[in-house]
């Protein structure tokens, strides 16, 4: 028999907050039916919710809370003011360990503020990353960070290139990912000390659980020729907003070319189902669901303006870490070779002066991250 995975949701956070949460909730439940819910959030909005699906409130406890982090509280003011709100009551039902996930469509870095002073890191991981998929040609690769550390040393991107193996093990099923630095080129002299340090320590590594296939470049995120894409919160944000608005930019000009003409519309009703199955390839709520990876705990950040689809994915990402027990692979990897790497690197990037193993990168988590999570098709 199936154990049964309880997951956190914090009912009120996201736009369209707490009727999205619900619908997703029981949208689920037919594939997952060892899945149980705790539900944070105001009883009078969710009650007559829940009693229009009677299989999601047999298998939920709502825990009432009129309290909620709003979309333009800073993480600071989360974290003092919001000791009751829906968002860290879920996230607190983790850490005493009632729940295996939270997943939460709020406030991106009040969710990171408070995950991260609740849950804590992980042992050997400095700082948590922030992680998400990308459509590519053949299939689906995980990206991070993509925005939770502006400034990255090579330690980082060595933790967060662990972190992403396990990702993408854990909800992609790849048993030996293929992990590869973002860099400016392909050749081993190209970067700066952080990229080209980062690359050093993960060589070194003996049978690391995946395969190091060295740098990529900015073209390769869509190939699909890496499993796990790795880089500094600055780089990767800026990477996936120009992806949304690359994406945006082509919607836009082919509904202008298909409605230039009669034959161009014409054109448009011939390639309907083709057009149809490609809107479904890149649909972003599909790939919904941002994991703030390197915590004592599962926390999965969903898309604040998605619908119930969107947050359904995200609840399918919790479900998949947890059922691969995703905390306690990251843990067994950084007890392993990987902490003797970080802990004895090689005298290249060891010796004095080197700045590329120095602690001295800028958390963003003091201010709202300021990302959509998950939002490119």
């Known amino acids: 028999m199936t154990a049964t995975l309880t997951l956190a949701l914090d009912a009120m956070g996201g736009d369209h907050a707490p009727e999205m949460v619900v619908k997703g909730a029981a949208a689920i439940l037919p594939r997952f039916p060892q899945v149980r819910f705790l539900l944070f959030g105001d009883a009078e909005q969710i009650e007559p919710l829940l009693r229009k699906y009677p299989t999601l409130r047999d298998r939920a406890e709502l825990r009432h809370t009129a309290d909620r982090v709003h979309s333009e509280d800073k993480p600071s003011q989360a974290l003092r003011r919001g000791r009751n709100s829906s968002m860290r009551l879920a996230i607190d039902a983790v850490a005493k360990g009632e729940a295996q996930a939270v997943v939460s469509a709020g406030n991106t870095g009040a ?94 590594v003996q049978n690391p659980p995946f395969e190091f296939v060295g740098f990529v470049e900015g073209d390769d995120i869509t190939k699909g020729e890496v499993d796990v894409i790795v880089t500094d919160g600055f780089t990767g944000n800026v990477a996936l907003k120009t992806a949304e608005g690359t994406a945006k930019l082509m919607g836009t000009l082919m509904r202008a070319a298909f409605q230039r003409s009669i034959l161009t519309k014409l054109g448009y009703l011939l390639a309907y189902s083709g057009l149809a199955m490609l809107k479904a390839r890149i649909d972003p709520r599909f790939y919904n669901g941002g994991v703030m990876l390197g915590l004592n705990g599962i926390a999965v950040k969903s898309h604040g303006g998605t619908d119930e689809v969107g947050f359904a994915a995200a609840l399918e990402v919790a479900i998949d870490m947890a059922n691969d027990r995703l905390i306690e692979r990251i843990r067994a990897d950084f007890s392993g070779a990987f902490a003797e790497a970080l802990t004895n690197p090689p005298p290249s990037i060891a010796g004095p002066g080197s700045s590329s193993i120095s602690s001295n990168g800028k958390d963003a988590v003091s201010e709202p991250v300021k990302i959509a999570v998950a939002e490119v098709p």
């Open 111 to 204: 969710l990171m503020a408070m995950a991260k002073f609740v849950l804590r890191t992980l042992p050997g991981i400095e700082r948590p990353a922030l992680a998400s998929f990308f459509p590519t040609l053949k299939g689906e690769t995980v990206m991070l960070d993509l925005g939770a550390n502006v400034e990255c040393d090579s330690r980082n991107l060595v933790q967060f290139a662990v972190m992403g193996a396990n990702l993408a093990h854990s909800a992609l099923g790849r048993h030996r990912p293929r992990v590869g630095l973002l860099n400016v080129g392909v050749e081993e002299l190209k970067g700066n000390d952080a990229v080209r340090g980062a690359a050093e320590l993960l060589r070194a």
